[in-house]
């Protein structure tokens, strides 16, 4: 997958992008750049391929938790767990959930 880039991506104009699309689909789905589709020479949207758009969203996701007293609040709380050695192991979990299981049977 292409690095992101913080260049201005390329354009098209809203009619060539209606008789190429699916051309800039597939070149979107592949990895190329974003594509701004502008009309009347004002910029309009974006195509960008769905793997871009998740990442796009996992950014932001991150973002929001580093601002997140909450989350901060708790990530920091699992590090001190951890540091302690107050963990469990994947075994541990396991034992939990046939529990929950056996409960709901």
Known sequence: ???PSLKLPRSVDAT???NNL???LDKAHFGEAPLLVTKRNDPWAVILGIDAYEDL???LDTMAEQIDP????SLQQ????????DVGTMEDIRRILRRKEKGRA
């Open 70 to 73: 909450d989350f901060q609040r």
């Open 22 to 24: 699916g051309e800039l």
């Open 57 to 59: 969203l996992d950014q």
């Open 78 to 85: 699992s590090m001190e767990e951890d540091r302690r050695g």
């Open 16 to 18: 060539t992008a209606k």
């Open 1 to 3: 997958m292409p690095t």
